[in-house]
């Protein structure tokens, strides 16, 4: 579990590391509120109906790739509940704008401060990065999530050794780390990709610029699963 404070210190953290390079607009904002109203810690029942709106209309058309077309199009099709499914302890609404977004913490799960920090890092990514070259699918998210995590890893020793521990998206992350050993890029490019939406050829990862390609459709949904509207 995760308390007010560690959402307090998770801010306080992300922007030591990583406020000089977002626009001076956005350090302020964030300063000048309450970290709760960034990072909602919600029980089970409130986060999981959270999850269920975003997953069915943004995250599961673009996960295709990484989870089966079949899989994510069939979770976000049924009439259960997405988290029963397809279980997901925390994550950043995508907005375009910053100051749209939210972090949403399932706070029955097993989530550390360094969990707050890498959801930070997505929260104040630029919208070139975040959501739209997650959007575009294919190996994106893949892409984006170990940039993301290689930032995260970075913030301190403490959450490096939090998210190395629990192995979170090690994968993604030793991919992100040995595409900047074969290649010329640095932490910089990194960080200019993640948080100035320039992006950045990571050797031997196939990710796609905006631009190239449209972005991922919405989820096929059938008849009975739209009907009625929404309230």
Avoid: W
């Avoid at 979770?75 to 375009?96: K, L, Q, R, T, Y």
């Avoid at 630029?126 to 575009?136: C, T, V």
């Amino acid at each position: 579990m995760v308390t007010e404070t560690d959402a307090a210190n998770a801010v306080k953290a992300v922007l030591g590391k990583y406020g000089p390079y977002l626009p001076s607009e956005v350090v302020n904002a964030m300063n000048g509120v309450a970290a709760t109203s960034i990072i909602q810690i919600l029980p089970a029942a409130q986060y999981r109906p959270q999850f269920d709106i975003y997953f069915r209309n943004f995250f599961a058309a673009i996960n295709a790739k990484a989870f089966g077309t079949q899989r994510v199009i069939g979770i976000a099709n049924a009439d259960a509940e997405v988290c029963g499914s397809f279980n997901c302890p925390a994550f950043c609404s995508p907005a375009m704008s910053i100051s749209g977004r939210k972090v949403y913490v399932n706070n029955d799960e097993p989530n550390t401060f360094a969990t707050l920090c890498h959801e930070l890092c997505h929260y104040i990514s630029h919208p070139n990065f975040y959501p739209e070259f997650y959007a575009m699918g294919g190996d994106n998210p893949f892409i984006l999530e170990g940039v993301t995590e290689y930032l995260t890893r970075n913030i301190s020793p403490f959450v490096a050794q939090q998210r190395s521990a629990a192995k979170k998206y090690q994968a993604n992350y030793d991919a992100v780390s040995n595409a900047l050993i074969a290649g010329s890029q640095s932490e910089a490019d990194m960080i200019n990709f993640a948080l100035k939406g320039k992006f950045t050829t990571l050797a031997g990862l196939n990710g796609v610029a905006p631009g190239q390609a449209p972005l991922a459709p919405p989820p096929a949904r059938s008849a009975a699963a739209t009907a009625g509207g929404s309230a």
